[in-house]
DNA sequence: GTTAACGTTTACGTTAACGTCAACCACGAA
DNA sequence: TTCGTGGTTGACGTTAACGTAAACGTTAAC
């Protein structure tokens, strides 16, 4: 089958297809994040702008700034740079990952949090509806429908 | 020892503590995220309201914004409504669940794009620093100080 | 030939989460 | 008494990430 990776895509073709506005992949243009073909005054996006829209997503999903994401985008066009260039990339890499591997942290600490708490409501819901629940004052159990 | 439980903070102390501005803490109060008792005009913070502000900034920094964090905070309030709202706040605190867990996936791949990729550049440096550069014409070894 | 669907640039509007500043009060020390 | 420190309430400013609207140019369809 051919493969599609040569397609190109029209600036509402792709917003649809990830969800987003044609003025939101402008406004990422703007800001340096893409630089998709022309054809005239038309923008053209490639397979691999694709990717890199998908980069830029998925980097605001977890919480990064667009001119974060920009730095990071750099970083995969530095390997023609200088020796220090490239031990600085390595270092500000490094950087992001420990600053995610906390966030993801922070995350799983929420989700437990979350978790056991939700958990203890159903338990609420699961215990009235068998009519487990008693009055404070008697102790008496209160039968399946009181308030 | 005494247990520092009940002693009580003022505005500046307990910014200090979190690494927030004062005016931070006013701004959440503003939001009716927190409502310490005040003595007078001044408010003073209790051991309970530092739990809800390391509440509140690590949903932050998992990307919650400050209308859903008081969402959330209101999940622990609601212990005494009713059935119905219960059953509500069960699905809204799954729907939160699953939908850290997909942060948490976005997070994962990240960082191991980003941990290839600085591995990548690494060995690069590496290789270079051991004379391993070959120039792309000839073959030839470059030797270790080659621009 | 004009209407519809798509694209363009330019520019002002909006929201969230505070920053910043003014004007004020209270209190303990010098 | 004045100064420094720390608190208060407005209220306007700022930044990021777009939304929205105006004014305009193409191309295909009817």
Redesign the interface.
């Known amino acids: 089958m051919p493969s599609d990776d040569n397609r190109t895509y029209s600036i509402k073709e792709l917003a649809c297809d990830f969800g987003v506005t044609p003025r939101t992949l402008r406004h990422y243009e703007d800001q340096g994040l893409i630089a998709p073909e022309r054809q005239g005054q038309n923008r053209i996006y490639s397979a691999e702008d694709r990717v890199r829209l998908a980069w830029i997503l998925?980097?605001k999903?977890?919480?990064f700034s667009l001119s974060e994401i920009g730095e990071?985008l750099d970083?995969?066009n530095v390997?023609d740079g200088?020796?220090t260039q490239?031990?600085v990339?390595?270092d500000r890499?490094?950087d992001?990952?420990r600053a995610?591997?906390a966030?993801?942290d922070?995350?799983?600490?929420?989700?437990e949090e979350?978790?056991e708490?939700?958990e203890l409501?159903?338990n609420?819901?699961r215990d009235?509806d068998r009519g487990l629940w008693v009055r404070r004052d008697t102790g008496q159990p209160l039968g399946k429908y009181q308030p």
Chains 1, 2 share one sequence.
């Open positions: 998925r980097g999903r977890v919480g990071m970083l995969y390997g200088r020796e490239r031990a990339t390595v890499c490094r992001r990952i995610l591997e966030q993801r922070d995350i799983n600490a929420t989700i979350l978790q708490f939700c409501i159903a609420l819901i009235k």
